[in-house]
């Protein structure tokens, strides 16, 4: 998938000290780092389990809460600003999750280079930047041909639950996800917790519309 527009602006937001000390000291117990070599999950959580891959965890709230609730499944959180790594690093330290690691990096590469295709139980894009102005929706992240690398990456039967609280681009995700060959639209979508971005979505009264795809087992 060749992609030069990023869907993501690293913004300078402050890290405060505690995040700072988390990427120092955290990372290298938590973290994974970028390589062009596929990832072998048994090593990294050292079992066989299912493995569900977020794209963009924030600061981790949700996430942690997901894989704390769901200890037989492996979650890798794809994330590229650094207070939000710092963030999700000191949580998953502090709740002993065993089942959740980091990748600091952009997300389309970490797919495409770390992640064998049809390795994936699940993939998680909760909340992604809606970029609504028209000039600026050829950075959204969900596009033909991320759906394409999505339906490659799942494993037969695996899903892809994303989530937004902006209308016109819930439209154009089942759009595209629909037209994906290897994708097929479930009827039901999973429960997940509230995130933060979700909260300030219903505050500012935008509807919220969840989207489950399947990938084709045929």
């Known amino acids: ?88 690093l000191k949580k998953i330290d502090a709740l002993e999750l065993k089942n959740l690691r980091v990748v600091r990096h952009d997300a389309v590469e970490v797919l495409e280079k770390m992640i064998g295709d049809g390795t994936l139980a699940g993939l998680h894009l909760f909340f992604p930047d809606p970029w609504p102005k028209k000039r600026h929706h050829k950075r959204r992240l969900v596009q033909p041909p991320f759906a394409a690398l999505a339906g490659r990456k799942l494993a037969p039967g695996g899903y892809f639950h994303a989530a937004t609280d902006w209308s016109e681009y819930a439209e154009q995700m089942d759009a595209v996800l629909s037209a994906e060959p290897l994708l097929e639209k479930a009827d039901q979508v999973k429960n997940r917790p509230v995130t933060k971005f979700e909260r300030r979505g219903i505050g500012l009264g935008h509807p919220v519309r969840d989207l489950l795809f399947l990938r084709r087992k045929e």
Do not use: C, W
Not at 12 to 39: C, H, M, V, Y
Not at 40 to 58: C, H, M, Q, W, Y
Not at 76 to 82: D, L, M, N, P, T
């Open 1 to 88: 998938m060749k992609r030069e527009i990023k869907s993501y602006v690293l913004r300078q937001g402050r890290t405060t000290p505690s995040q700072q000390r988390a990427l120092d000291e955290l990372f290298p117990r938590f973290g994974i780092p970028f390589s062009k070599s596929f990832l072998n999950t048994k090593d990294t959580f050292a079992r066989t389990a299912p493995t569900v891959l977020e794209i963009g965890s924030g600061m981790g709230e949700t996430t942690a809460q997901i894989a704390q609730q769901n200890p037989s499944i492996d979650f890798i959180a794809v994330e590229v600003h650094g207070p939000g790594v710092g963030g999700l």
